[in-house]
C-alpha cells in the first residue's frame, strides 16, 4: 500500500479540489482527509459515517474548590497566569503543563484530559474515507493528523486496497510535519502568486528534509504566466517533478456549488482534462 499527500504550503490553492478529483480517478483507494483543522473534503465526498469516535489530547486543570485551602502554592507555580485570585482555572489560558496539579499538597487540582474534536470512518461513493474534526480552537492537531492517517492507512489493509489518497493540511507547521513521514510521495499544488511561490519553497524544503519524493501541479497557472514559470524552475532547480498545469476553469467552483468532483461535473472541460493528465503523470510516478 502506498500513500500520496496532497500538500499546498498555503491555503486557498484548490488543493482539495484536485483531490476530490483524483478520488474519482484512481482505483482501490481509501480517501484521507488530514487537513483537519478546515476540513472540508467531506463537501464533496458527502461521506456516510460509519463509525465516530472521540479524539481526546492534551489536559486542562480544574480546582477542587472543596479540597482548595487557597494556599497559594498553584499560583506562584504558573507561569501563564492561569489561575485567578479566588483560585479558578481560566481555560483558555491553561496550557496544560500540570504544574499545578502536580505540586498541589491537598491534591485539591483535577488534570482531566480534553476532548478536543471527533474522527470518522466512513463510506462515499468512491470508496472508504477516515477523517476528522478538530474542535474551535483546539491544539493537538499534529496527534489527530496521525491518528487518521494511521486509521486511514488501517482501512486500506482490512480492505485489501492499494492507495491512500491524503488531502494534507496546509502551511509547513506541526500537522504538515506529522502528515508527511513515511508517505510514498507528496504532490505540491501551488498558486501562481508571490505567496504561493514563496510558501510552496517553504514546504519544499520541508518534504526535502524528510526525504519524500516530491512532484509539483501549478493550479490556475494561466491568470499569472510568469510567476508559474517561476515556480516550476524553482521545482526543476530542486529535482522536484514538475507533472502539470491547471488553467483557471469557473467549472470547479460550480461544481463545489453541487457537491461534485469536476470529473463528475464536467469531464470534458479544460481544467477536468488537465487534472486527468496530472493524475496519469502522478499514477506513473508512483
Known amino acids: 500500500m502506498k500513500e500520496?499527500?496532497?500538500i499546498s504550503g498555503k491555503g486557498g490553492t484548490g488543493k482539495t479540489s484536485i483531490v476530490a478529483a483524483f478520488a474519482s480517478l484512481a482505483e482501490d483507494k481509501v480517501l484521507c482527509d488530514a487537513d483537519v483543522?478546515?476540513?472540508d473534503l467531506h463537501l464533496i465526498m458527502n461521506p456516510e459515517i460509519k463509525e465516530r469516535h472521540?479524539?481526546?489530547s492534551g489536559h486542562t486543570a480544574i480546582i477542587n474548590q472543596d479540597k482548595c485551602t487557597e494556599c497559594g502554592i498553584c499560583r506562584d507555580l504558573c507561569r501563564w497566569n492561569a489561575i485567578s485570585e479566588d483560585f479558578v482555572v481560566d481555560s483558555i489560558e491553561c496550557e496544560g503543563c500540570g504544574v499545578c496539579h502536580y505540586f498541589c499538597p491537598e491534591e485539591?487540582?483535577?488534570?482531566?484530559?480534553?476532548?478536543?474534536g471527533e474522527w470518522y470512518l466512513s463510506e462515499t461513493r468512491f470508496g472508504p474515507m477516515a477523517h476528522a474534526r478538530l474542535g474551535i480552537a483546539?491544539?493537538?492537531s499534529g496527534k489527530l493528523v496521525t491518528l487518521i492517517r494511521q486509521q486511514g492507512k488501517k482501512l486500506a489493509e482490512e480492505?485489501?486496497?492499494d492507495l491512500l489518497l491524503t488531502d494534507g493540511p496546509p502551511g509547513i507547521g506541526c500537522p504538515v510535519i506529522a502528515s508527511l513521514g513515511g508517505a510514498a510521495a507528496v504532490l505540491i499544488v501551488s498558486e501562481p502568486t508571490v505567496s504561493g511561490r514563496h510558501d510552496m519553497e517553504r514546504v519544499a524544503e520541508l518534504a526535502a528534509f524528510f526525504k519524500v519524493p516530491t512532484m509539483l501541479c501549478v493550479n490556475k497557472f494561466d491568470l499569472n504566466p510568469d510567476q508559474g514559470e517561476a515556480i516550476e524552475a524553482f521545482a526543476r532547480e530542486k529535482n522536484i517533478s514538475v507533472i502539470g498545469r491547471v488553467p483557471f476553469d469557473p467549472a470547479f467552483t460550480r461544481a463545489m456549488v453541487q457537491s461534485k468532483t469536476i470529473v463528475e461535473f464536467d469531464s470534458?472541460?479544460?481544467?477536468c482534462e488537465a487534472v486527468k493528465d496530472i493524475w496519469e503523470n502522478l499514477a506513473k510516478d508512483l
Open 108 to 116: 485539591a487540582i483535577d488534570f482531566p484530559l480534553n476532548t478536543c
Open 54 to 56: 472521540d479524539f481526546e
Open 159 to 161: 480492505k485489501n486496497l
Open 4 to 6: 500520496i499527500v496532497i
Open 268 to 271: 470534458r472541460s479544460e481544467g
Open 37 to 39: 483543522d478546515a476540513a
Open 138 to 140: 483546539e491544539e493537538n
